[in-house]
């Protein structure tokens, strides 16, 4: 426990000799990541919009409004596919066309997330994109050249549209705040260890307790330095 506590006092001791470094580098990698998120990166805004594919209930099911489980899950496991047909190059080739974008299919793939709502059969197609207008024009045509295309497909009654894609406010990326706290964090802890390696590598005898540690020996007296006059 006593051999403990002496090498926390050495760590802070060690810390507390090189606070310049300690206080520094963080400062600089916080300032560094706040300029760079602030004024260099561009803010990316997501719009979304969601749909339900699947057949139409018949008469006798809309009466009792009861669906057969199987059908359900049906429903569910076509949903995967009907995100490969939302991102197939028929699709997207088309949104391009139609939004006259000067995006390749490559790039625009890129911006597109398609995935199945957990649970349920609804279909969520996310845009993201520096222009918010432009992402929400683009996830709507995505949705409206995915129903063209899953109907002549896949022979479904109807592709019914959830949720259509607003201009979203506000950005999702960067998140500014969190990253200049990670980067402080980050700088942080890279100065401790710095501090701590400086103070590892330095093999120098500053004073009596530097003797004792390295001899192993206690140290008796010191002979005091005085300064003497010149003539």
């Not at 802890?189 to 005898?205: H, M, P, R, Y």
Request: charged share 25%; proline share 3%.
């Amino acid at each position: 426990m006593e051999e403990q506590e002496i090498d926390l006092i050495e760590l802070w001791e060690a810390i507390k000799k090189r606070w310049i470094i300690v206080v520094i580098i963080p400062l600089i990698a916080a300032l560094t990541s706040g300029i760079v998120n602030f004024f260099i990166l561009d803010p990316i805004y997501e719009a979304s919009t969601t749909l339900i594919v699947g057949k139409k209930a018949s008469e006798e099911q809309q009466a009792s409004q009861l669906l057969d489980n199987s059908v359900l899950q049906a429903n569910k496991q076509l949903a995967l596919t009907y995100s490969e047909i939302a991102k197939s190059r028929t699709v997207e080739e088309n949104v391009i066309n139609k939004l006259n974008l000067q995006y390749t299919k490559e790039e625009l793939d890129k911006k597109i997330t398609v995935e199945s709502v957990k649970n349920t059969e609804i279909l969520a197609i996310s845009v993201q994109d520096k222009d918010p207008l432009l992402a929400a024009a683009i996830a709507n045509t995505m949705a409206e050249k995915f129903s063209e295309s899953v109907i002549n497909i896949k022979k479904v009654d109807s592709v019914s549209i959830v949720d259509e894609a607003v201009s979203p406010n506000q950005p999702v990326k960067p998140k500014k705040t969190r990253n200049v706290l990670i980067a402080f964090a980050v700088g942080l802890i890279a100065s401790v260890g710095l501090a701590l390696l400086l103070e590892f590598l330095d093999n120098t005898i500053k004073n009596s307790k530097d003797v004792e540690k390295i001899l192993g020996l206690p140290v008796l007296g010191e002979i005091p330095l005085y300064e003497t006059d010149k003539a």
